[in-house]
């Protein structure tokens, strides 16, 4: 054996001293389930770029259910009234949502000939019916229940999705905690309809301008409003290359799912989930 294959195989780190035997063990294929993984990947077309079109919509919906968890975990402990440990899943968040945004330069090599190829294999199959994305988008806040309809046909998701539609949102939660820290809220905040968008309050803005004017007093609120905004703002960076990545392969043409595709897409980089966060700067 080389120096470059592990020095000799009698030496501490050689790879000839690497455990081989799994006959009575978990191997790292059988404890990820790698065969199960990589079964689900069938194109459905001889196309060679349908094979990356798939690869990057699988690893986003990994990603997503990793941002999903760690959603519901900060919004378990904020309605138990935890401020700090949601923090770190927050940040996570953050980090996972970066993986989500740089999978688009990779889908972005594939040109509008490329996708032309396979593009009329699968329907109208389309995102906008992920359930993973859908219930990110009602534990941030983001509702219309409308868009629990695409799976009407499937009760183990919709199920799901109606519950997280009609509970408060992780910033309905951190809204709530307001009052403990003597900022009060009127009751059209702290009691409105769930399934509805949040819309901007006065009140609520004025409650953030007195923890961002005294953050040492507010130091829990405060952290916690900037790690919100951090997860907004990859967001908005993750819809803003999904409407990039759209108009070089298809334009303006309608999307697979029945949406206007980029003007849809455009619409949506509209929206703002924590809009008391973002006007308390021009405020202050």
Same mark, same amino acid.
């Given at each position: 054996?080389?120096?470059?294959?592990?020095?000799?195989?009698?030496?501490?780190?050689?790879?000839?001293?690497? +455990?081989? *035997?799994?006959?009575?063990?978990?191997?790292? /294929?059988?404890?990820?389930?790698?065969?199960?993984?990589?079964?689900?990947?069938?194109?459905?077309?001889?196309?060679?770029?349908?094979?990356?079109?798939?690869?990057?919509?699988?690893?986003?919906?990994?990603?997503?259910? $990793?941002?999903?968890?760690?959603?519901? !975990? !900060?919004?378990?402990?904020?309605?138990?009234?935890?401020?700090? %440990?949601?923090?770190?899943?927050?940040?996570?968040?953050?980090?996972?949502?970066?993986?989500?945004? =740089? @999978?688009? &330069?990779?889908?972005?090599?594939?040109? #509008?000939?490329?996708?032309?190829?396979?593009?009329?294999?699968? /329907?109208?199959?389309?995102?906008?019916?992920?359930?993973?994305?859908?219930?990110?988008?009602?534990?941030?806040?983001?509702? =219309? #229940?409308?868009?629990?309809?695409?799976? &009407?046909?499937?009760?183990?998701?919709?199920?799901?999705?109606?519950? @997280?539609?009609?509970?408060?949102?992780? +910033?309905? $939660?951190? $809204?709530?905690?307001?009052?403990?820290?003597?900022?009060?809220?009127?009751?059209?905040?702290?009691?409105?309809?769930?399934?509805?968008?949040?819309?901007?309050?006065?009140?609520?803005?004025?409650?953030?301008?007195?923890?961002?004017?005294? #953050?040492?007093?507010?130091?829990?609120?405060?952290?916690?409003?900037?790690?919100?905004?951090?997860?907004? *703002?990859?967001?908005?960076?993750?819809?803003? =290359?999904?409407?990039?990545?759209?108009?070089?392969?298809?334009?303006?043409?309608?999307?697979? /799912?029945? %949406?206007? /595709?980029?003007?849809?897409?455009?619409?949506?980089?509209?929206?703002?989930?924590?809009?008391?966060?973002? &006007?308390?700067?021009? =405020?202050?």
């Amino acid at each position: 054996m080389s120096q470059a294959e592990g020095g000799r195989p009698d030496a501490p780190d050689s790879a000839s001293r690497a +455990y081989t *035997d799994f006959t009575r063990s978990l191997s790292y /294929g059988e404890y990820l389930k790698i065969d199960t993984l990589l079964s689900a990947h069938q194109p459905l077309t001889q196309a060679h770029d349908e094979h990356l079109f798939i690869s990057v919509h699988h690893v986003s919906e990994v990603w997503l259910g $990793l941002i999903v968890q760690e959603l519901k !975990a !900060a919004v378990a402990l904020l309605a138990s009234g935890v401020t700090d %440990t949601p923090l770190k899943m927050l940040s996570r968040v953050v980090r996972a949502q970066e993986q989500m945004t =740089n @999978a688009w &330069e990779v889908l972005k090599t594939m040109t #509008p000939a490329d996708y032309l190829q396979f593009r009329d294999s699968f /329907g109208q199959a389309s995102g906008f019916q992920s359930a993973q994305y859908r219930m990110m988008e009602f534990l941030l806040g983001n509702r =219309n #229940p409308a868009l629990l309809r695409p799976f &009407e046909h499937r009760p183990d998701l919709h199920g799901p999705l109606h519950a @997280a539609l009609h509970a408060p949102s992780i +910033y309905d $939660l951190t $809204l709530r905690l307001l009052p403990g820290h003597g900022l009060p809220l009127p009751p059209e905040v702290l009691e409105r309809d769930l399934s509805q968008p949040y819309t901007r309050h006065p009140a609520v803005l004025a409650a953030w301008l007195s923890v961002y004017r005294d #953050p040492q007093r507010y130091w829990d609120l405060y952290e916690l409003a900037e790690k919100l905004i951090d997860v907004e *703002d990859n967001f908005r960076r993750w819809r803003f =290359n999904h409407l990039t990545t759209v108009e070089r392969t298809i334009g303006f043409k309608s999307g697979s /799912g029945g %949406t206007s /595709g980029a003007g849809y897409l455009r619409r949506a980089l509209e929206t703002v989930l924590f809009p008391e966060l973002w &006007e308390v700067r021009t =405020n202050l």
